[in-house]
């Protein structure tokens, strides 16, 4: 995909954590999801449907580059995919969802899963849902990465902000390479 | 040059095609009989020819006021461009405007200089005429400035330079906010009250928040944090039925901790640094600040990541990245005030180059866009 003006950007994390309406926060083109009503209940209904194929949006730049961005799908079952999806990919938007039973084992589960992709590239985290959850901090967050060696921008984000997920792909790009 | 001083004579032009370089080169030793002459650089002038119809203008434009915020500007353009305390000369560029344009530009800056009082008087008309883009471009440089100040970037090895930079938090407000984030970190449940303010202030760490009763706004909080401290304040613990009765009594507006101290820290700083911070020794980052919670200085991101991929001086980071020093103090006092970063004691400069990406003009690309909507 990396040819021809094609370049692409990876979002993952579980279901229901913001990664199709995070891609809309940035896409220039209507988000293309394929989504299926979800076989497992989510209680508080703030996701009625789960991501169970990829989602697809795009951002144009003015010399015609295009950055398509792709949301995996969320569970496991599917993370045949993953590899596919993150060849030749600029970096990883790893999103998770506070409000689940255990996020910070999320994070490691997702950091794990993409690291030979991680290590190609940089990958940043936002944690959703902290409004509706409190805990964990992202101090919990950030001595779990200690512990596992990393320091990564992490930020807590409203999926549905444009600035904020913004600012979370601005810190992917200068962890990129500062000198921009 | 860059001195409030009345005589505008050495004159810099950005964004201006050749031919009207030209041009203006032979008014000056014409018309203007040698009264202004053109220079290199905005650095070397007394004042800017912009022209707002150039390509990038607007970028440009934000770079140049980010750069040279109180440097006399006159505005070319094809349409009528009002920005504050600039003069616009409608194009195209007769010989009659631009001398009338200079001569209106000294004169405001007559004015400037001859004013005691500091406050503008603005005329509501001609503010309900400007563009909404140059109200916003203003209103973000006016928050720039007072999170981040005006100061120029400083030699070194010039002591007295060197001074300027230095400010003491603990003569500030700062300094016992800091101290009761600090202790508000530490406690599990309760909070910490700075007894000895008009109206009571309590710290909750573990919630991250920060009340403040009702007679408090950002304004006044403001106000207080420019002031050095006249009495002593005193932090006091509170348990969580202390707080309750506290709450029963006045009525509190609650606003994120973390967000809060980062302002205050800002708004003391105004582009310095505490004094003690060696500026040759390494920042260590310990964490990257939660940056949608937070202001975002201009380069935060940038200078966050520097710092995480590896440490370096205050002064070496400014050097690397080509950006003003008060952006790197800045977000250095800040981080500091959170705790997020230290300097290392032991090691200098590394003067380590660093990779450039396989794809950076790309990257730029989606950066512009980015900053762009």
Not at chain 2, 52 to 75: G, M, V
Request: with cysteine.
């Amino acid at each position: 995909m990396a040819n021809n003006n094609n370049y692409k950007l990876i979002f993952t994390g579980p279901s229901g954590a913001g990664k199709s309406t995070a891609i809309a926060s940035l896409s220039d083109i209507p988000v293309v999801t394929t989504e299926e009503k979800s076989t497992n209940l989510i209680p508080d209904g703030y996701k009625k449907t789960i991501t169970v194929a990829l989602d697809y949006g795009m951002i144009r730049l003015k010399n015609d580059d295009k950055i398509h961005l792709y949301g995996t799908p969320g569970q496991e079952r599917f993370n045949f995919m993953w590899d596919i999806l993150t060849e030749g990919g600029l970096g990883l938007i790893l999103l998770l969802d506070n409000a689940r039973t255990d996020p910070i084992g999320d994070m490691q589960f997702f950091l794990k899963a993409f690291s030979g992709f991680i290590q190609k590239t940089k990958v940043v985290i936002g944690v959703t849902r902290t409004d509706m959850v409190a805990q964990p901090k992202l101090k919990e967050y950030h001595c779990k990465l200690k512990e596992m060696g990393l320091m990564l921008p992490i930020f807590t984000v409203d999926a549905r902000s444009q600035r904020e997920v913004s600012l979370l792909l601005q810190a992917l790009l200068y962890s990129l390479d500062p000198e921009l | 040059m860059n001195q409030p001083d009345t005589q505008l004579s050495h004159i810099a032009t950005i964004g201006v095609d050749k031919q009207t370089i030209k041009v203006l080169e032979l008014v000056f030793q014409g018309p203007a009989k040698g009264a202004y002459s053109l220079v290199a650089t905005p650095q070397l002038a007394d004042a800017v020819i912009f022209d707002l119809d150039c390509f990038d203008a607007e970028n440009q434009w934000k770079a140049y006021r980010e750069k040279h915020p109180q440097l006399p500007t006159l505005i070319l353009s094809l349409h009528l461009k009002e920005i504050l305390g600039t003069v616009f000369v409608q194009k195209p560029l007769q010989i009659e405007r631009i001398l009338k344009g200079l001569t209106k530009l000294q004169t405001l800056q007559q004015v400037e200089v001859v004013k005691s009082a500091p406050a503008k008087i603005e005329n509501p008309h001609a503010r309900d005429i400007k563009l909404a883009q140059e109200l916003a471009i203003e209103e973000k440089e006016k928050a720039i400035h007072e999170y981040c100040g005006y100061l120029e970037d400083i030699d070194p090895k010039n002591h007295d330079q060197v001074e300027k930079i230095y400010y003491e938090p603990n003569k500030y407000l700062q300094g016992f906010f800091e101290k009761a984030y600090q202790m508000s970190q530490e406690q599990t449940n309760g909070g910490i009250w700075i007894e000895g303010l008009s109206d009571p202030i309590i710290f909750q760490g573990e919630e991250n928040v920060l009340e403040c009763a009702v007679g408090w706004n950002e304004q006044k909080l403001r106000t207080m944090t420019l002031m050095p401290l006249t009495k002593k304040l005193q932090l006091t613990p509170l348990d969580a039925g202390e707080i309750k009765r506290l709450e029963a009594k006045y009525t509190f507006t609650k606003l994120p901790l973390d967000n809060s101290l980062w302002k205050i820290a800002l708004w003391t700083a105004r582009g310095r640094i505490p004094r003690g911070t060696n500026l040759h020794h390494r920042v260590i980052l310990s964490e990257w600040p939660n940056f949608t919670g937070l202001i975002v200085t201009p380069h935060a991101l940038q200078i966050t990541a520097l710092w995480a991929m590896r440490p370096c001086s205050l002064l070496e980071t400014a050097q690397h990245l080509h950006i003003q020093q008060r952006y790197v103090f800045s977000l250095f006092s800040a981080t500091a005030a959170l705790r997020l970063t230290t300097i290392d004691r032991n090691n200098h400069d590394s003067n380590t180059e660093f990779s450039k990406h396989a794809k950076r003009t790309l990257l730029q690309r989606i950066l512009a866009r980015l900053h762009n909507e």
